[in-house]
């Protein structure tokens, strides 16, 4: 429903700001949407694994250390797949224990986005390839026969022996990474043991391959792992990917928003909601949910971050906790629910992850695990953030700043527009 609801949701939303056409619009199909919304993110509700663990890791250092170690425990096989891979320091040294795995006959599959790792030498590649790693790129910029300009494999996942897995926001380069003097960017990734890594091994396998013979090959390498004996945590894998007719991660975010009874905190980069994000959101609130947004003070986009407090007035108005980093930039896209259920991946809460981006998230439905999420949140809030009230915002800007917002989110529409608007969902 959320595909065939696309090209209605632009049109709208686009002239909506201006014209009002889209408050027109919108009454006439509103019914008839959100029923079938509702049924859609039921259906979509039926797909946990029970036999896992989970931890959150915060991005840095120790998320960088986590990764090595996975690598140099590998025994049978490594997929990471991945938006950036650098060849820089950090870059370099995730290559060289992926390179060690590879020698050491663990079979090592990494696939990197056509367009945004265009930084890696191709002496760098070619060594990597050498070693005994089986390298790709996801759609490479004008070399593709599916070639969508705004359609790039956003997600970050790795898979150890179908048995551990990590799945965030995190690249493999620098910026992730605390390095003398320069910390990490603000990120988390969740590190999970059981069966939701078995179903990513078979989820990258098939991204992997080119043909279904070769899927078959790759998982014909793969030795079962053993079940975790801990039958506690609720995990599902969420893609979205609009081409290939998958919106689950939206689904997610829409039936959070829409079940949550006392608490949601959204931890979100590039944040500019669509309509259907924004009136489910604003209706948690009139049911007296407290909504919590941690949003960028520091952006590396400053045109989406103009843009994005363009947002800021629909946000005061609906009564929402406003909160901005303070110290670093904010990468991170994460949300906890009600001490109950956690989401954290790669997607952004823009239409670029709706419509134009594979992403992949993770969904944790357990309290203990939630609960632990949405206090480490609550520690960022109070020790990294700065609370923003809308008479502050009204003082900190001034009418030319306003109207220099307005601009850049007008003009993010039309890119995000231009870049999506010409997609073809492929048949099932």
């Keep these: 429903m959320l595909e065939a609801k696309r090209s209605f949701d632009y049109t709208i939303s686009f002239y909506d700001d201006?014209?009002?056409?889209?408050?027109?619009?919108?009454?006439?199909?509103?019914?008839?949407?959100?029923?079938?919304?509702?049924?859609?993110?039921?259906?979509?509700?039926t797909s946990y694994t029970t036999h896992n663990t989970a931890e959150l890791?915060?991005?840095?250092?120790?998320?960088?250390?986590?990764?090595?170690?996975?690598?140099?425990?590998?025994?049978?096989?490594?997929h990471l797949q991945v938006y950036i891979f650098d060849d820089d320091i950090t870059g370099k040294y995730i290559g060289d224990a992926l390179m060690d795995a590879a020698k050491r006959g663990v079979n090592v599959y990494v696939m990197t986005d056509g367009f945004a790792s265009q930084v890696m030498a191709t002496a760098y590649i070619e060594a990597l390839k050498e070693a005994g790693i089986h390298f790709r790129m996801f759609e490479p910029v004008f070399k593709s026969n599916d070639f969508y300009f705004g359609r790039r494999m956003h997600y970050k996942v790795i898979v150890i022996d179908a048995r551990y897995c990590l799945v965030g926001g995190i690249n493999i380069a620098d910026r992730y990474n605390d390095l003398p003097g320069d910390p990490a960017w603000l990120d988390f990734a969740l590190l999970a043991q059981g069966e939701v890594a078995l179903n990513l091994f078979h989820i990258c396998a098939k991204m992997w391959a080119r043909s279904s013979a070769e899927?078959?090959?790759?998982?014909?390498?793969?030795?079962?792992?053993?079940?975790?004996?801990?039958?506690?945590?609720?995990?599902?894998?969420?893609?979205?990917?609009?081409?290939?007719?998958?919106?689950?991660?939206?689904?997610?975010?829409l039936e959070m928003f829409r079940s949550a009874q006392q608490q949601i905190i959204v931890m979100s980069s590039y944040f500019l909601p669509g309509r259907t994000f924004r009136k489910s959101l604003s209706a948690a609130v009139r049911r007296g949910v407290k909504v919590k947004l941690v949003l960028a003070g520091e952006s590396d986009i400053m045109i989406a971050k103009h843009a994005e407090r363009y947002i800021y007035r629909w946000i005061f108005r609906n009564k929402m906790e406003l909160y901005e980093l303070s110290h670093a930039v904010l990468h991170a896209k994460i949300a906890t629910c009600d001490n109950r259920f956690v989401i954290v991946g790669s997607y952004n809460i823009n239409n670029i992850s709706a419509y134009a981006s594979v992403e992949m998230n993770l969904d944790v439905m357990n309290n203990s695990f939630a609960t632990a999420a949405t206090q480490e949140l609550e520690q960022i809030i109070a020790n990294e953030c700065k609370l923003l009230t809308a008479r502050e915002f009204a003082l900190k800007f001034n009418l030319f700043q306003k109207i220099w917002q307005y601009t850049c989110y007008q003009v993010i529409r039309l890119i995000i527009f231009l870049f999506t608007f010409y997609f073809k969902q492929k048949e099932r």
């Design 57 to 78: 890791l915060r991005g840095g250092k120790k998320y960088f250390q986590c990764l090595k170690d996975l690598i140099d425990a590998a025994k049978f096989s490594i």
């Design 18 to 45: 201006v014209t009002g056409l889209g408050t027109l619009l919108c009454v006439a199909l509103n019914s008839f949407v959100v029923c079938a919304m509702a049924q859609y993110a039921k259906k979509a509700l």
């Design 215 to 253: 899927t078959k090959r790759i998982s014909q390498s793969l030795v079962p792992p053993p079940l975790s004996e801990n039958n506690g945590c609720m995990i599902r894998v969420r893609k979205n990917d609009w081409v290939q007719r998958q919106s689950q991660v939206s689904a997610s975010y």
